[in-house]
């Protein structure tokens, strides 16, 4: 069954420390890529997504992915984060049919 | 932000009682669907649609039934509430297959 993967469940940071949340997925074919964030008490946004072509995507407020194909990989990277980065990160992927699925989620702690 | 708007953002109810959650969005966007969000789960898909009267169940759908009778509106329907039932759900569109999803405010169901 095609199943997305995160790592990391928590992860405490002080501002200014670099961010790199893991994310790998179980599919062998074409796949639409994405992150999402959910600041608290809010609805989730899209962060970035990967369709094709440079497998380096950047995304809002910062933030970039890298797809690497041959690890099943699609993890979240942030050079220095800041305390407004605090909220759960979700990774997500497609494969071209009615559903995407998610990962269970990683909750980022920025310490001021 | 997409124009999706969820009824009610907050209820409380009894055991046993129906409840009628509704998700109305503006964009004309084909495909629509209805999750769960519980500490230590994630997203979890309960049942979606990609057109007027079809829909089909996601990986928690018992207990759980929809309706979509026109391209704007997707009712999720509790027929009997359980406490376990307790959760936040959200409403989410999206235009094509390959497209990100995007995510109404949620609704925040306590059922005692």
């Known amino acids: ?3 997305v993967s995160q790592h990391n469940h928590h992860v405490i940071l002080s501002e200014a420390a670099s961010l790199e949340l893991g994310c790998n997925y179980s599919y062998g074919g074409t796949v639409n890529l ?4 959910q600041y608290p008490g809010q609805h989730l946004q899209l962060l970035l997504k990967y369709f094709s072509g440079d497998p380096l995507v950047k ?13 099943f990989s699609f993890n979240l990277r942030k050079p220095s984060v800041q305390w407004s980065d605090t909220a759960e990160y979700f990774c997500a992927v497609g494969t071209g049919g009615f559903k995407t699925i998610f990962g269970a989620g990683t909750r980022l702690f920025v310490k001021a | 932000d997409a124009g999706i708007t969820q009824s009610p953002r907050h209820k409380v109810t009894e055991t046993g009682t129906p409840v009628t959650l509704r998700c109305h969005q503006t964009e004309n966007h084909r495909y629509m669907y209805w999750y ?38 997707f009712l999720l329907t509790l027929e009997s509430a359980t406490s376990s039932q307790t959760s936040v759900y959200f ?21 005692l």
Do not use: M
């Not at chain 2, 409403?91 to 059922?111: E, K, M, V, W, Y």
């Open chain 2, 91 to 111: 409403c989410a569109i999206r235009a094509q297959g390959n497209q990100p999803q995007h995510f109404g405010d949620g609704t925040r169901l306590s059922i």
């Open chain 1, 59 to 71: 995304g809002i407020k910062g933030f970039e992915a890298e797809f690497i194909k041959s690890k």
């Open chain 1, 1 to 3: 069954a095609q199943s």
């Open chain 1, 34 to 37: 994405f992150w999402y964030v």
């Open chain 2, 36 to 73: 769960r969000q519980d500490p230590g789960h994630g997203l979890r898909l309960i049942h979606y649609s990609y057109g007027v009267k079809d829909t089909d169940k996601g990986e928690v759908s018992d207990g759980y039934s929809v309706s979509r009778s026109k391209t704007e509106d």
